[in-house]
């Protein structure tokens, strides 16, 4: 009885001592440097990843830029339009570049809507530059656009996750993440734009597959019914997206991170993302913008930008109506001529009657031909400023 008792607690301390101190997370990487690990996982699936391309105007916040670093070396990376001269990406996609080239309204990156050149933004003061290569926390940046973008229905901004929301449960819920990033594995990078769907994980279940990177900052999403859906190379700073009760699309995330070592893109594990809403404060410092109530300022900024507006609205009822009306009136311009000619007659008669006749003809002509003359004038400016439109 008693080596059995000793046996036990021997076994059972054996146990214990073999339980490891700490969880076995799995290792976080950037997309770019997780490639060689899927061609050993999965050589034959990719895509942003198993997503559809998209048609024009589906992600009218969606933007592709290409950054060059001092040694002249260029990468690839995507970004949200959330003001007409700001764009939201990674830090990590901004760290050590000189320049940025930003594609807006852009479904094909060989026929963006906007392209321009930057060389200022601006990467969250905890996020260390010098270390590009190291996942962080606060992965995220906001670049100052030289020309300032004019919205139409292929580009627009996107409403930025409010400070309330910050840390909102997303677990189970479906989410959208778009991008330029390579749809194979090794493959070409695309020029067509790829979305997927996603299902949000909380954060609590995330930190268990990843550990003390899950900061309350950071969002995760998966697969939403294949394994392979994610985001992959390239697609690093653009946007998760979910569409809230009213049908709005809300940036609630910018693409950062995927599972590293041995996993890759095609795991089925979580992509990580850094949440918009906790850095409301930053961005406002930085750009002088209040993006919980951008809607108001934009209203009063478009103003100046759509001065012609009042004139398309007055088009309809001063052209049109004019223009129907016009035609019997135009027509009646040669007869004004020929009422002219008869005042010159007029002398030749003699005739007081007819004299008086034709002063008072004389007169409506004169109207008339104000009239005429204020109706050509419009229709002129009218005409110039659909030219122009």
């Not at 048609?55 to 959330?82: E, F, I, K």
């Not at 985001?231 to 997206?241: A, H, K, M, R």
């Not at 000619?341 to 004299?355: G, L, N, Q």
Request: proline share 6%; glycine share 8%.
């Amino acid at each position: 009885m008693f080596w059995n008792t000793v046996f036990f607690v021997a076994l059972g301390l054996s146990q214990v001592l073999a339980l490891p101190a700490q969880p076995e997370y799995v290792p976080v990487d950037y997309i770019e440097n997780v490639i060689q690990a899927e061609v050993e996982a999965d050589p034959s699936s990719s895509r942003i990843l198993s997503g559809w391309e998209a048609y024009p105007g589906q992600h009218p916040h969606q933007v592709a830029l290409r950054m060059v670093n001092a040694a002249g070396d260029v990468s690839s990376c995507g970004g949200s339009v959330v003001h007409r001269g700001w764009v939201l990406t990674a830090a990590h996609c901004t760290a050590l570049r000189v320049t940025l080239v930003i594609r807006a309204g852009v479904t094909h990156l060989t026929r963006p809507d906007y392209i321009s050149e930057s060389t200022v933004w601006f990467n969250h003061p905890t996020y260390n530059d010098n270390l590009p290569g190291l996942v962080q926390p606060n992965d995220i940046a906001i670049v100052e656009l030289r020309q300032p973008i004019t919205f139409n229905h292929l580009v627009q901004p996107i409403r930025l996750q409010s400070s309330a929301d910050s840390f909102r449960n997303y677990d189970g819920q479906t989410v959208i993440a778009s991008g330029f990033g390579r749809t194979w594995t090794l493959g070409a990078t695309p020029e067509t734009l790829n979305w997927v769907y996603l299902r949000g994980v909380a954060n609590p279940t995330c930190f268990r597959t990843f550990g003390s990177i899950i900061t309350d900052n950071a969002i995760c999403a998966q697969f939403y019914n294949v394994t392979s859906q994610s985001t992959c190379q390239g697609d690093s700073g653009g946007p998760l997206v979910h569409v809230d009760a009213e049908g709005v699309p809300i940036l609630i995330g910018v693409t950062s991170f995927v599972a590293g070592g041995d996993w890759g893109c095609h795991s089925g594990l979580p992509a990580g993302f850094i949440r918009t809403g906790p850095f409301h404060s930053w961005l406002t410092q930085i750009t002088g913008l209040d993006f919980e109530n951008l809607d108001e300022e934009e209203e009063t900024t478009e103003a100046p930008t759509t001065t012609e507006d009042p004139m398309t609205t007055e088009a309809p009822t001063t052209t049109e109506t004019p223009t129907t009306t016009e035609a019997p009136t135009t027509t009646e311009a040669p007869d004004s001529n020929e009422s002219g000619e008869d005042t010159t007659e007029a002398p030749e008669e003699d005739s007081s009657d007819e004299k008086d006749s034709s002063e008072s003809e004389d007169c409506e002509l004169s109207e008339l031909l104000k009239k005429l003359e204020v109706k050509v004038s419009v229709k002129v400016k009218l005409n110039k400023y659909k030219r122009k439109h």
